[in-house]
């Protein structure tokens, strides 16, 4: 079997670390460009005077400092070296960046050389790490603001469908019926969990989010995701709580979870199965 040389590591490493810094553009400007478009949708349906507002998308204005809106240089922009570099401070207002910059940036690089090892280079690796970038700002994004965006996990769903489609066409049924038992468990654990409480216990994103997982990994693998999923988001939410018991009755967002346990499929799933399944037969 040929091994990838350290150039070839180095350069998906770079490429990742790149790839990680425009995720964090996704994260903070996607969720402002979405209320942006519902408060459009909103005047319109109320025939009211649309608000002129700057331009504001993914690429325009350019990268600046959240509080003093001051424009980032080139090299304070570097992936994680800029913000090291800055010791995770404004260089203008030294008023303090968020850690998550890096961390999405390094997660980037890391889940690029993940899939390498564990799928070569190949096309299939692309579709993969693809998916594994988007479970990424899906995450962060509702850890942030508890949104799933439609925008991004419908695609998501779709493009795990071509994936089967494209390598595994045997698979095909089985992500097809991955998508609908993944969207119709949550939607119905939700209804049970409201009719009986009266209160809301996951949003609708959680549900086209496991009906994408479904796609990606078949019917069979949703088990596996909901229980590691939840044991994750129960463990995370004890340690919260004991830590800062202000957060005791906030809800807790599950998509970055979900999230997590979609990763670990992706990339382990088959050696994760045959361990699931030794341990319940």
């Known amino acids: 079997m040929h091994h990838p040389s350290l150039i070839v590591w180095f350069v998906v490493l770079l490429m990742g670390l790149c790839i990680g810094s425009f995720l964090n553009v996704v994260i903070t400007r996607l969720p402002v460009m979405l209320m942006r478009h519902w408060r459009h949708e909103a005047r319109a349906a109320l025939e009211l005077e649309d608000e002129h507002s700057p331009r504001f998308n993914l690429a325009t204005p350019g990268s ?120 119709l468990s949550l939607w119905s654990f939700y209804w049970l969990f409201k009719l009986v409480t009266g209160k809301e216990g996951m949003g609708f994103g959680d549900f086209k989010l496991l009906a994408a997982l479904g796609a990606w990994l078949g019917w069979s693998f949703l088990p596996l995701i909901l229980i590691l999923s939840a044991g994750l988001g129960a463990i995370v939410g004890l340690i919260a709580q004991a830590c800062a018991p202000g957060l005791r009755g906030k809800p807790l967002p599950f998509g970055p979870f979900l999230a997590l346990a979609g990763w670990v499929a992706l990339l382990v799933g088959d050696e994760l199965m045959a361990l699931y399944l030794s341990l319940i037969i």
């Not at 509702?142 to 066409?169: E, K, N, S």
């Open 64 to 183: 600046m400092c959240p509080r003093c809106e001051t424009p980032i240089a080139w090299h304070d922009n570097l992936p994680v070296i800029g913000w090291l570099k800055r010791r995770g401070r404004c260089a203008e207002c030294q008023s303090p960046i968020s850690i998550q910059y890096p961390l999405v940036e390094i997660a980037g690089g890391l889940l690029a050389m993940a899939v390498m090892a564990l799928h070569g280079l190949t096309f299939e690796s692309l579709f993969i790490y693809a998916a594994c970038l988007a479970l990424l700002v899906m995450a962060v994004i509702d850890f942030r603001t508890q949104l799933l965006p439609d925008v991004i996990t419908l695609p998501l769903l779709w493009a795990g469908l071509l994936f089967q489609l494209l390598f595994q066409p045997l698979m095909l049924p089985n992500a097809v019926i991955g998508a609908m038992v993944g969207y």
